[in-house]
């Protein structure tokens, strides 16, 4: 069974940074090497939003929004994708979700910035 668990989030204030993690426990090596990686956030009362991705290769890329200050990175031999997020914006409050090779999903973490 596999559990995808995140964690790294918590409440910081506006020019601050974050880096949160997403362990994949139980997914076989040759999915987290071969698939993409994402990272997706919902504001609330807002759609639930790509806001970075990485494919097999290498290749990352990031909503506007994001671009420049978010990170997108993944340790194979540990199973776990990151986001490093910098310079946050009260705009960047919401829940945060992982996802990988498109198949399994993180519970969501909270992220909130205050101004």
């Known amino acids: 069974q596999v559990q995808v668990v995140e964690s790294g989030g918590g409440v910081v204030q506006a020019g601050e940074s974050l880096t949160l993690s997403c362990k994949g426990r139980g997914v076989i090596l040759s999915v987290f090497n071969g698939n993409k990686m994402d990272w997706y956030r919902q504001a609330p009362g807002n759609q639930r939003e790509l806001v970075a991705s990485?494919?097999?290769?290498?290749?990352?890329t990031y909503v506007d929004s994001v671009e420049g200050r978010f990170t997108i990175s993944k340790d194979n031999t540990r199973r776990t994708m990151y986001l490093h997020m910098n310079n946050l914006e009260p705009e960047d409050t919401g829940t945060y979700y992982c996802?990988?090779?498109?198949?399994?999903w993180g519970q969501g973490i909270q992220v909130t910035i205050s101004s």
């Open positions: 996802n990988m090779g498109a198949r399994y």
């Open positions: 990485m494919g097999p290769g290498g290749s990352t």
